[in-house]
């Protein structure tokens, strides 16, 4: 399909056959089985006879079997062809529909939430299934392939949430034109903005006028103004900002329409350039022009907890915080050294509705409507021989179960336990000196970075979606005021848990169990080496010793931190992002894989 068209309504389900419906249920139930055990909200039983497990529903009627490993982090890497449900003495086909209701007093799904959250469930099954009917690359062939083909052929989506394509609002036709997977070209709607309705900000060395000029071109600028001085309108007078079209055509033609009316917006219809979705959704990579900037994009669309809006207020520090975090990188010696950086989010703009500000509370999803911000491009960045792919592709699997990250280190001829360490170096080493040196946390995980890849190791890695996800959890530390924003108060028991949770349980925990899994790289080596690593950084930082024993990375455990938990009490809102410690769901605690290898 091409931008712009789409497909008939019969062409539209064509990858909703049985057989691949089947094989997606399949894959989900052993997601669920898998995750909700790491989580404790289901407990199966092992079997003595035979060494496979069970478990029975809410009212003991049904039981699912299955074989599965229990690894480092209670991580259950399940066979998903060893499951099997039975009733009485009957073998029945697996549903996850079925399952989530024969389930659902031990998952806690209450009569509000549960229908929600049972048409995520149908929505990450029919993406599941897409992606099986597509004719995707091996994961070794993907290993080779250029950024934009790694990013759109990524299958699993977000390693911990079960339903985690949900994308509620997107019709059929919808999904196929903007769901990253589809990697349809798009074109972005962009509107001219009555300035006294608007708030623009910008780093250091940039403006309005002169981002404008360089993402649209001359020709295209030109054609916008037109457009307003047609109308009787001073160019002058407004701002350019870019949408999502899915937010043009659905909420904002609607939602927005007294701003229309009265020209506070014009529509000035479509950029020239060519997007693609990245994972997030309403972020968009310029493929006409690789080296301009990412917009990110409000979309009113729920996805795995929360409506993907974008604040007008939240994004007017957004520039700001990102020169302030380039800065502090550029001037720290074990940060250079790493070779770490980010790609700054240089300009922002939102739109601010009088009415829904004045009718609605902070954090409403009637302020999260139209805003836009723009994301430097790494592509620029590159040195000959050089590759980008998303951090996330390590814990891709294809169909066939062969791994990406096996094929970067098939690629690069270094012994498994010399590539992880290389990786190491370039990520975890930078998160493990922010957190000490500055009490700076990121949301590291594998969507926002992206690998650095030559010669199939990693060389460096970049950091992105800055401002909405960093935290400074020093009540001490000095902050300029266009920065304060990003001070979070955390309670010291819960601080590492950035490292613990966000590192070890919801990434390594993954690419430990993969690579393992293929006889690629054993758990204890894996482990050994991630110990290693964090051994070696503290060595050489003698004078944070203090905090290396306040904040114990050795520790013999750390708290369970359940991410289902929180979608399943709220899957409209899992966290306030105000207040994200006061949200965590804590049950029980993990055995610390790096315990063993204190030095």
Known sequence: MTAGTRPTAQDAVAHLTPALWARANRLLIRKALAEFAHERLLTPKRLPHDGHYCLRSDDGATEYRFTARRQALDHWQIDPDSITRHRDHDELPLDAMEFFLEHRDALGLGAQILPVYLEEISSTLSGTAYKLAADKPTATELAASDFQAVETGMTEGHPCFVANNGRLGFGIHEYHAYAPEAATPVRLIWLAARREHATFTAGAGLDHDALVRDELGEATRDRFRATLTTLGLDPDDYYLLPTHPWQWWNKLSVTFAAEVAQ????????????????????????????????????????????????????????????????????????????????????????Y???????????????????????????VSTLEPGQRLATMASLLHTDRDGDSFAAALIKESGLEPAVWLRRYLDAYLTPVLHAFYAYDLVFMPHGENAILVVEDGAVARVIFKDIAEEIAVMDPQAVLPPTVERIRADVPEDKKLLSVFTDVFDCFFRFLSGTLDHLGVLDEETFWRTVAGCVADYQESHPHLADKFDRYDMFAEEFALSCLNRLQLRNNQQMVDLQDPAGALQLIGTLRNPLAPYAP
């Not at 009415?355 to 430097?376: F, V």
Request: proline share 4%; net charge positive; with cysteine.
């Open 352 to 378: 601010h509705h009088r009415q829904y500000e004045a009718a609605t509370d902070k954090g409403s999803p009637y302020l999260k409507m139209l805003a836009a911000l723009w994301r430097e491009s790494p």
């Open 263 to 350: 020209r506070r917006l014009v529509c000035l219809g479509p950029g020239d350039d060519d997007y693609l979705a990245q994972q997030s959704i309403r972020t968009f990579f310029n493929t006409t022009a690789p080296a301009k900037h990412y917009v990110k994009t409000a979309l009113s669309v729920l996805n795995m907890g929360f409506m993907r809006g974008l604040s007008a207020s939240y994004m007017e520090a957004t520039p700001a915080i990102n020169d302030w975090l380039a800065r502090l990188i550029a001037a720290d010696d074990t940060l250079r050294a790493a070779r770490f950086s980010i790609i700054r989010e240089r300009a922002a703009i939102g």
